[in-house]
């Protein structure tokens, strides 16, 4: 299939292509679109065209076009998924899964409405918090959820009245692209516009004067670029990136269930969560039983082409991603003691046997950096303030987890994590309608909840005397 970009309403060719490799293979599985400076000029000027009509509409008419959207995708479930597998790596039934996640967030947005705030009313003086839209969005998506993490971005930034430039990651376009062209036939044109690009257009939206929001989710060495870029036009943003987050077991917790619970956080997309459990604190006592657990179920996980059926564990999605995370357990292994993995597995795919290290140093990269990838290490504690301390001690503060036989004591604990969001006793619980974002330099802003839609508006107080 061709795949086209979707620009002022109609699906054309890009300037030049770029080769999408399926990583599970290594091979060229479709040849996407690029865009040109030009083309990206182009969309932005029909994008500024295009919102006048769209933010006049009411919410309640706008939801009506997403959700004639949700029901155009509907049918084609299975068609989206294979092409995300086929993109992205991970197994078809978590495909399956992200490409729901995409149907279920644009019924959610459909149904809201941000209605006016009364601040104040008397005889006197009525004052009013109104929203109104930004304008034109650029929406910048990463490769790990490259559906869902564009839907959770277009669909409240549509509902509210702005229009909105989808810009894929350059190694995971394809699904974004097909999205546009089911769009094409639904939305208004230059309300939703796609650009495919080699990452070099999104310096170009960040700084552009007509783009009013950027709704960025990637790595904090581009959010940086992200912020450095907005701030000739003040320009609004949202900046949802890396984490570094802690799992913190407590000496009550019962290992026969936390260990699945860990294990699943830290592979689950191959370990390609911005929110997954990407380093483990446990109590001295319990760490041999814990790391068998884990060393058992990584043994047990399935790691293959993630359209075989029983495949756990898909490839790493880009070569970059697999050589970067190759050179984190070299270093592991000199520091510390490989319990499980430790290897890629032969094949031209980038596959990651899921990797368990325990005896690291605090100030080794694994344990300091964001790995993003099957890699875990496990680190031992002796006294829970020190874990806490150990958990905090990051530059990020994205996510992160406590696991306890006492939920009380467990919510103590998340009480003193600096991150945006902890978990007790359960994990990646994400629901639309709760606000989500990240602490310290992983990230400025809320996605989702009441927040998540008024990031993507401007507040207007009208303050009127009454008498
Ligand atoms: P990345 O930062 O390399 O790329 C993200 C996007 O930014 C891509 O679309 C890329 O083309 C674009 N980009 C590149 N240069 C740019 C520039 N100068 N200005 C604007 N955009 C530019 O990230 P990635 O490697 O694709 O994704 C992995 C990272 O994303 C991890 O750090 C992960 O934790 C993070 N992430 C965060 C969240 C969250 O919600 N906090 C969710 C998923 C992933």
Known sequence: MAYGLLIDGVLVAGAATIDVINPATGEVLAAAPRASTEQAEQSIAAAGRAFPAWSKLSFAERGAVLERLAEALRPRVD???????????????????????????????????????????????????????????????????????????????????????????????????????????????????????QNDLGGLLSQHP?????????????????????????????????????????????????????????????????????????????????CAALGKLASEAVVGNGLEQGTSIGPVQNKAQFEKLLGFIAEARSEGTIVAGGEPLPGPGYFIAPTIVRDLPDDARLVREEQFGPVLPVLAYDDLDDAIARANDSDYGLGGTVWTGDVERGIAVASRIESGTVWVNKHLD?????????AKQSGIGRQQGIEGMEDFTQARIVNAALS
């Not at 277009?154 to 546009?180: E, M, R």
């Not at 994400?430 to 990240?438: I, K």
């Open 79 to 197: 068609e989206f998924a294979r092409l995300l597998t086929r993109e992205q790596g991970k197994p078809l039934d978590q495909a399956k899964y992200e490409v729901l996640g995409a149907i279920a967030a644009l019924d959610y947005y459909a149904a809201q409405e941000l209605l006016p705030k009364v601040l104040r009313e008397s005889a006197k003086e009525r004052i009013v918090e109104q929203r109104y839209p930004l304008g034109v969005v650029a929406a910048i998506a990463p490769w790990n959820f490259p559906l869902l993490l564009m839907v959770l971005k277009v669909a409240p930034a549509l509902i509210t009245g702005n229009v909105v430039i989808a810009k894929p990651a350059p190694t995971t376009p394809l699904t974004t692209l097909l999205f546009g062209a089911v769009a094409a036939d639904i939305l208004p044109p230059g309300v939703l516009q796609t650009l495919v690009d």
């Open 210 to 290: 007509g783009i009013a929001h950027v709704s960025f989710t990637g790595s904090t060495p581009t959010g940086k670029k992200v912020l450095g870029s907005a701030a000739d036009t003040l320009k609004r943003f949202t900046l949802e990136l890396g984490g570094n987050d802690a799992a913190i077991i407590l000496d009550d917790a019962d290992l026969t269930k936390v260990a699945p619970s860990i294990f699943r956080g830290a592979t689950a997309n191959a370990g390609q969560i911005c929110l997954a459990v990407k380093r483990v604190y446990a109590p001295r006592a319990m760490i041999d039983d814990l």
């Open 430 to 438: 994400l629901p639309f309608d709760v606000p989500f974002g990240g």
